[in-house]
């Protein structure tokens, strides 16, 4: 049986946070909001705790969970060495939307870190993830509260869809802000190295840190017999059930559309306010169902609709789904990111490609 726990995410009822909070001090699931996604959390320094949530989600052991703490005062509880330069940067940029990677310390519990020497840590902007940490007095480890290869849950429904039954707790504390999870910055090197884009853009990180290390390889999901850059990044990430692919520019996208519109098998266009408008002067969408991620002039708005997108696809009757390009500056880093993983980086190229995708469908 699951408990719902509504909680007001601006004015957390301290109530309910505390009955949520003992459920991870005894050893229980509590899925639960952030600003970026929502996580599915477990007592930190519990293997068997931290064992559920693999079992929960289906995730492959050798894929380690994110740390979540109080603030920097709370570093030296599971970190090995901190150093000040780590310290400083944490304690200009937490609470938010940054994980940094850094040495463990003997407390954490082996199936935390997938056996690793190094844990990611991230302090959490987000009152109601704060409050539950500070009553539960742990830290609190969580990925993303969805089923493992499935898109991140950013909403309150999307976590009953995938976790309902299977844990103790979910929070109902709204949507998330970002709707991208945390970037990933690996401090224990020099110069830091980029493992993940996300919310907290690469802009903001080298006005921090100086010179970083952006990967070519942080982009795409690793080949078989390639080195994953984080552990997490082999897998099959943020996929709708449903075919989607790229579309490489904006004439494959009409184009596309154009074909669509007259074929007896639907296709599912995701594209910004902006496309849709543009492409519905000219062509009866119909047989198209569009969805629209948000303006191309705030990509934080599309961000935020992104994986909600990815799970509307799967409602609609369409067989397959072509995503619109998008500026890949600031958060559109972490957005094109999220796109290539879930279209396992595959994109039209030319319109003819199109057809026997459709088919193949
Ligand atoms: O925004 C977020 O980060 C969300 C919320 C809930 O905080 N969490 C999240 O967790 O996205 P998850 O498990 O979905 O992604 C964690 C990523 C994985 O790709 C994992 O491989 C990587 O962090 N990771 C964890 N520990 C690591 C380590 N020691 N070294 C390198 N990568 C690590
Ligand atoms: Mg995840």
Redesign the pocket.
């Known amino acids: 049986m699951t408990e719902i726990i509504r909680i007001n995410p601006t004015d957390p009822e301290i109530n309910r946070v505390i009955r949520a909070a003992k459920v991870i001090r005894e050893g229980g699931t509590v899925a639960f909001p ?1 600003e ?4 599915l959390g477990a007592n930190g320094f519990d293997p068997a705790a931290c064992r559920r949530i693999f079992e929960i989600k289906g995730r492959p052991a050798d ?4 740390l ?1 703490i109080l603030g920097p005062d709370w570093l030296d509880r599971v970190a090995g060495e901190v150093g000040g330069r780590a310290m400083e940067f944490a304690e200009k940029a937490w609470p938010g ?1 940054i ?1 940094l ?1 850094l040495k463990k310390n003997a407390k954490v519990p082996g199936v935390v ?1 997938a056996g ?1 020497d ?3 840590i ?1 302090c ?1 902007a987000h009152r109601i993830a704060l409050e539950l940490i500070e009553y539960s007095g742990v830290p609190i480890a ?3 509260a969805n089923l493992s290869t499935k898109p ?1 849950t950013t909403r309150f429904e999307h976590v009953v869809d995938d976790l309902d039954g299977k844990v103790d707790v979910i929070i109902d504390g709204g949507d998330a802000t970002f709707g991208v ?2 970037t ?1 910055i ?1 401090m224990t090197v020099e110069p830091p190295v980029l ?2 884009p ?1 919310a907290f853009t690469v802009e903001e990180l080298e006005k921090h840190l100086g010179r970083i290390m952006v990967p070519e390889a942080v982009n795409r999901t690793a080949t078989d017999g390639e080195v994953a850059i ?4 082999k897998y099959r990430h943020y996929a709708p059930d449903k075919m989607l692919v790229l579309a490489n520019d904006s004439t494959i996208l009409r184009g596309a559309a154009m074909m669509a519109a007259d074929m007896d098998d639907p296709i599912a266009i995701l594209c910004s306010s902006e496309t849709a408008n543009s492409l519905m002067k000219s062509i009866k969408l119909r047989n198209i169902s569009v969805i629209i991620l948000g303006s191309e002039g705030n990509l934080y708005e599309v961000a935020r609709n992104l994986f909600d997108a990815f799970r509307a696809l799967d409602e609609t009757s369409a067989k397959m789904g072509i995503v619109q390009k998008f500026d890949d500056k600031g958060i559109g880093m972490a957005i094109m990111n999220r796109i290539s993983k879930a279209t396992g980086n595959s994109a039209i190229e030319k319109l003819g490609d199109l057809e026997g995708m459709l088919e193949a469908q």
Do not use: D, K, W
């Open positions: 952030t970026t996604v929502y996580g894929n380690p969970l994110i979540h939307p994980t990677v870190t690793l190094t844990v990611a991230r959490p969580a990925p993303s991140s999870e945390s990933i690996n493992l993940r996300g984080a552990p997490g990044m």
